[in-house]
């Protein structure tokens, strides 16, 4: 199972590096999104540093939407993802595999991007802190559910849209922890109780998101 | 050719699988009369059926990626072989950006078998892909991209049950009497093969037992 899971991740990175302009499309997204922010609410720092963590959660989760749509797509279509179901008992290990290499691909840049655009809106370093770490404990939810969302809506013609309508809902708790945790540090409480329930979120999903992930890419290929 | 299976309503001994009133299922509809067979050591069946029969339905479900509809299937033999026969669809489940090589070595790593350059090169060269290896399967013509992913067939160690679904399409002629070399040298081994094709098939030794699929009587 943890050779099928190794063996996944290494083919999915090794595809990624040959398709670099796809790998880059998301964060691209990523930036222009939070960029055009001060341009269009206006230099005020104050306003800005405010605004900040919220407008980086939000671009991070649509940019994680943004490249969730296709995860399963292409092996699907090709065959792959056939020959991964007839392993027996790798249900699992494919859709944790998935949700790996989408974090590694998308989430983890983000994470360390995050300082950056944490300065570019004005941000102190203890709420730049936990804007990273909350990301760090949210973007593998967000993963984990664009995987549910991209297996649960597999050959449809207008996968897309419902995959956002599905999954968005569901990725709304990892936001207002994850902004709530910067907004706690920067009116100087404590964000710990941000922290667990990201937490918390992140060990919830990590075990059932990737059941109903493969109950559904069964679904999908039967 | 051949014994009808069908006919037979005990299984042989040595049955790698046994199929008893199977009935595959697309959707609402009932795809074909229900079919029992049995699949011994070292024999070759080939099913047959009109274009929307269901052969690939079949196979499917033969390999466990669909549920029969009624009717049940059971792969007997050595255990550790028995629940993962070796499934060949339609598809050539290649990837556009791998190359040949990495492509064969991803899934033969993906069914669990340790690999080794040589294997690799060997089974490639079976099918006449050798000098390909390091192409990427973009590259590749129809043809090719099924001989490579047929040398999978040639890099099994284990003597696991095959099922192909219409192995031979896009293959030539050298092709088509390459992989009918290699799938009788299957069944001399002892190792089962269920197939479809829609051409006669090119293999004399041992006979192909003949499964034909029906339409239901009442659709």
């Known amino acids: ?222 | 050719m051949a014994g009808d299976p069908a006919a037979n309503p005990n299984p042989p001994a040595d049955a790698v699988l046994t199929v008893r009133e199977l009935e595959c299922r697309r959707g609402d509809r009932v795809l074909f009369a229900p079919i029992s067979f049995a699949v011994g050591a070292g024999s070759i069946v080939w099913i047959r059926g009109a274009n929307g029969q269901g052969k690939t339905t079949l196979l499917r479900t033969l390999a466990g990626l669909s549920a029969p509809a009624a009717g049940d299937l059971a792969w007997t033999g050595a255990p550790e072989i028995a629940p993962r026969p070796l499934y060949l669809a339609h598809a050539n489940a290649l990837k556009e950006d791998l190359t040949v090589s990495e492509s064969l070595r991803f899934l033969l790593l993906l069914s669990g078998q340790r690999v080794d350059g040589l294997d690799l090169d060997r089974a490639l060269e079976r099918f006449g892909m050798a000098s390909r290896k390091d192409a990427f399967v973009r590259t590749l013509s129809q043809g090719q991209r099924r001989r490579v992913a047929l040398a999978r067939l040639a890099a099994q160690r284990e003597l696991l049950p095959w099922l192909l679904d219409e192995p031979f399409d896009a293959l030539d002629a050298a092709g088509v009497e390459l992989l009918a070399g290699v799938i009788a040298q299957h069944a001399r081994r002892g190792g089962a093969v269920v197939l479809t094709s829609h051409l006669p098939l090119p293999i004399d030794e041992p006979a192909p037992a003949i499964v034909e699929l029906h339409a239901p009587a009442f659709a």
């Open chain 1, 1 to 222: 199972m943890s050779g099928t899971f190794a063996v996944l991740v290494a083919r999915d990175l090794r595809l990624a590096a040959r398709r670099r302009v796809d790998v880059v499309l998301p964060i691209a997204f990523f930036t222009v999104a939070v960029s055009l922010f001060p341009l269009g609410v206006g230099p005020e720092p104050q306003t800005l540093r405010q605004i900040a963590p919220g407008v980086v959660w939000v671009a991070a989760l649509l940019a994680a939407m943004l490249s969730v749509t296709q995860l399963y797509a292409a092996d699907h279509a090709d065959g792959s993802l056939e020959q991964m179901l007839l392993v027996p008992g790798a249900r699992i290990s494919i859709a944790l595999s998935k949700a790996m290499s989408h974090w590694l691909l998308t989430g983890l840049p983000l994470v360390v991007a995050a300082p950056v655009f944490g300065l570019l809106f004005d941000m102190s370093a203890p709420a730049i802190a936990s804007l990273v770490a909350g990301l760090v404990l949210g973007t593998p939810v967000l993963s984990l559910l664009g995987g549910l969302g991209a297996a649960l809506t597999l050959g449809l013609r207008s996968g897309a849209v419902l995959l956002i309508l599905i999954i968005v809902p569901l990725c709304i708790p990892a936001i207002i922890f994850g902004a709530g945790a910067v907004t706690a540090v920067e009116s100087g409480l404590s964000a710990r109780g941000h922290y667990s329930l990201l937490g918390a979120l992140l060990i919830f999903t990590a075990v059932l998101a990737p059941i109903a992930t493969g109950a559904a890419l069964r679904i999908a290929t039967e």
